[in-house]
């Protein structure tokens, strides 16, 4: 594996040692694993304070500090206090010692990752650091995923490098450290889905694979990829607008279409979901924990990148959000898996501009936030059917064909989405609803599921939607028309809302307007 410059651009990372062509852990290391991995009977390990003091020792054989006191406190907090008696007892009798197997493993695992790696579109898909501007794909086993992560929950992973390379923390000693320092519910609930996972991978592990791929718009001419447009790509498009359909209950994850379910991302993928975080990106790290692996190796995300990752499973059921968030029991996945045996679960991380303020209306912050949302929509690995629709300067050559092309480049993979950037960050949501629309019809998606969240800012989109359909513009038109409001709002020359402005009756409730019944 040492010629490999995938193997090498990665193993910095990792908590491994390399000698001639082999990978292994250190004997001291492998000597504290057999320990464990005979069961509490052996090692002593029967508790959270001593699955700290374990840990301790491990890191300390790998050579790497001391964990931060409140992590080890929170480890006990979590599994002595927190756990039932028979919960504790299940984890460390069954639990740990599979865990510690799996760890020792994680060498074999790794070369017959590297044997067996493959090309994807001519790309290549071994394990590799994907840094800023460096279009890739990475496929996991979701075994070898499972190994990564339980180093990940034994805080294994070396972080010298990480914040050089722009990369998340990916050890889990933070989530303890919160649980104890500010101990919430919702944190409780956020390791319990964790725990959940690492018990189910125990007893019955999953044989897939994960894909992630780094999805990057050139700033400069490529023959490869299409390049991050500028606003007269925009303003010039003919191509017709895809339907939405709005609905204002039901969550993004448990739609039953094949669609591209978009992460309301941190330009660091994964956000807060290994610290305080629990809002959107976070909880579909922690139903989805297949999800975390990516913050081993993928560095943020650059204005013109967005991350996309297909078959990670789901494993917990959950109910609230922020505060209220808490884990409620098994999920079964039932999403079918594809050739590549990666379930059809879609994500696709896009970060939003964050405290923008007035400034978002500026045409630059427009531009931004189109892109992103077009380039985690855009099917990177069809760039070459695209440039067959759309000429030099982005504009379709047949206005007719869009449709039936859309279909045969996408097939019925369509976008579901909500409010993206629309929370903390701030952004405006009638504004960033359509520019998730023009994004979307650009890449050609076949349709959009927009999940409101019951935000009463959007009650009347499904209004304003089959209204502009009404018109038959184009995404060029509506592009243009959001720019004409965008400059309005940001010159104080007005202060109403999007659909508002664009349908004035709107405010007074005209029933003219709001019967749209017949609108197709």
Not at 255 to 275: H, M, P, R, W
Not at 401 to 414: C, H
Request: aromatic letters at 10%; proline letters at 4%; one cysteine or more.
């Amino acid at each position: 594996m040492d010629s490999r410059n995938d193997f090498r651009s990665i193993l910095p990372f990792l908590p491994l040692i390399q000698r001639s062509s082999a990978v292994f852990w250190p004997p001291t290391v492998v000597e504290v694993f057999k320990c464990l991995s005979k069961g509490p009977s052996h090692s002593n390990v029967n508790s959270g304070q001593l699955l700290a003091l374990a840990i301790a020792d491990l890191r300390n054989s790998l050579g790497f500090s001391s964990l931060h006191p409140s992590a080890s406190l929170g480890f006990s907090v979590f599994f002595d206090d927190l756990m039932s008696k028979n919960e504790a007892d299940r984890w460390f009798e069954g639990v740990v010692p599979r865990l510690v197997d799996l760890l020792l493993r994680l060498p074999a695992l790794l070369e017959t990752h590297y044997l067996n790696g493959d090309t994807f579109n001519g790309m290549e898909t071994g394990l590799r650091l994907l840094e800023s501007q460096q279009p890739g794909i990475v496929f996991l086993s979701q075994e070898l995923i499972a190994a990564l992560l339980v180093c990940a929950l034994f805080c294994l992973f070396p972080t010298s490098n990480r914040g050089a390379k722009h990369l998340p923390n990916i050890n889990f000693d933070n989530l303890f450290v919160c649980l104890y320092e500010c101990y919430g519910v919702n944190q409780e609930h956020k390791i319990k889905c964790l725990v959940h996972y690492f018990e189910k991978v125990c007893l019955n592990m999953p044989t897939g694979n994960v894909s992630f791929e780094r999805k990057v718009l050139p700033l400069k001419n490529s023959q490869s990829y299409l390049v991050y447009p500028e606003p007269d790509f925009w303003s010039k498009s003919s191509v017709s607008l895809c339907p939405l359909e709005v609905r204002t209950s039901g969550m993004i994850e448990d739609q039953s279409t094949e669609a591209l379910e978009v992460d309301f991302a941190n330009k660091y993928i994964g956000g807060g979901a290994l610290s305080r975080g629990c809002v959107q990106e976070e909880i579909r790290f922690m139903i989805n924990p297949e999800l975390i692996t990516s913050m081993l190796f993928l560095s943020s995300m650059a204005d013109n990148e967005a991350i996309e990752i297909i078959g990670a499973e789901r494993f917990s059921n959950y109910t609230g959000y922020a505060k209220s968030f808490r884990f409620s029991g098994d999920h079964v996945d039932q999403k079918s898996v594809d050739s590549m045996g990666r379930r059809k679960t879609r994500i696709v991380a896009i970060d939003a501009l964050c405290d923008t303020g007035n400034r978002q209306y500026r045409c630059g912050f427009l531009l931004r936030e189109t892109n992103k949302a077009f380039c985690g929509f855009f099917d990177h690995q069809k760039h070459q059917e695209y440039q067959k629709i759309f000429v030099q300067n982005g504009i379709e050559n047949s206005i007719s064909s869009d449709k039936e092309m859309s279909m045969k480049i996408e097939g019925e993979i369509g976008v579901a989405t909500g409010n993206w950037g629309c929370g903390a960050f701030g952004g405006d949501p009638e504004v960033k609803a359509v520019i998730q629309w023009v994004a979307a019809s650009q890449a050609l998606r076949p349709f959009i599921l927009y999940y409101t969240f019951n935000l009463e800012a959007l009650q009347k989109l499904d209004v304003v939607v089959k209204w502009i359909v009404s018109q038959g513009w184009s995404v060029g038109e509506v592009w243009n028309i959001l720019v004409e409001y965008s400059t309005q709002r940001l010159n104080r020359e007005t202060r109403v809302g999007f659909f508002s402005w664009l349908l004035p009756a709107l405010q007074d409730d005209d029933p003219m307007v709001l019967d749209v019944s017949h609108v197709t």
